[in-house]
Each structure stands twice: as C-alpha cells, then as structure tokens.
Nanobody, 115 residues
C-alpha cells in the first residue's frame, strides 16, 4: 500500500522560506524517482521538481535557483527547500511517485505566501 504524507506548509511573507517534507511508504523508495507538484487556486496541478533515484534533479523554470529538491533514502523522505518565495508560489503542494503504471499522491500541504 503506497502512502505519501506531506508536511511543512504554512504562511510566510514574500521573500521568506519553507521546507516541505514527504514521507513515503509501501514501495522500495530508493529505486524510484519522486516529484513535487503544486496546484494554485483556479489552476490545474503542475509539476514543480523531480529527483531521480540517482539524485539527479530537474525544476520548472519559474522555481530554478529558488527551490531545491532532495532525498534522504534512509528516512524514505523527500524535501523541497523553498527560498525567495513569492505570492505566485501560493498553492497546495503534493508529493508524487509513478509506479505500477499509475500516479500516487499525498494529501497535500498548503503554502501561502502573503504580506
């Protein structure tokens, strides 16, 4: 049973930082790439960042240089360090893994960037 549990969201001012966490279970974590997605109000869910099983990373252009995705395999956890946050980063952030021909999602964690 695949489970993904996000945490770390909250309210921050523009220019501030947050670190999100996602704890995974139910699969061999170190063998799979993981991703962060987000869903802004009134928009479709969009990919934010990916980390492969070999630690290679990719980012959507709007977060490059500000966000860092990482993984700690011993804890079955991925992180998203978010710096220099802007109101446009306000969204529900979701953890994702694709395995057995389907996508699995966590419950999401709310990030609100507002002054």
């Amino acid at each position: 049973q695949v489970q993904l549990v996000e945490s770390g969201g909250g309210l921050v001012q523009p220019g501030g930082s947050l670190r999100l966490s996602c704890v995974a279970s139910g699969f061999i974590f170190r063998s799979y790439g993981m991703a962060w997605y987000r869903q802004e109000p009134g928009k479709q869910r969009a990919w934010v960042a990916r980390i492969d099983s070999d630690d290679s990373t990719t980012y959507r252009s709007s977060v490059k240089g500000r966000f860092t995705i990482s993984r700690e395999n011993a804890k079955n956890t991925i992180y998203l360090q978010m710096n220099s946050l802007t109101p446009e980063d306000t969204a529900v952030y979701y953890c994702n893994v694709h395995l057995n021909s389907r996508d699995y999602w966590g419950q999401g964690t709310q990030v609100t960037v507002s002054s």
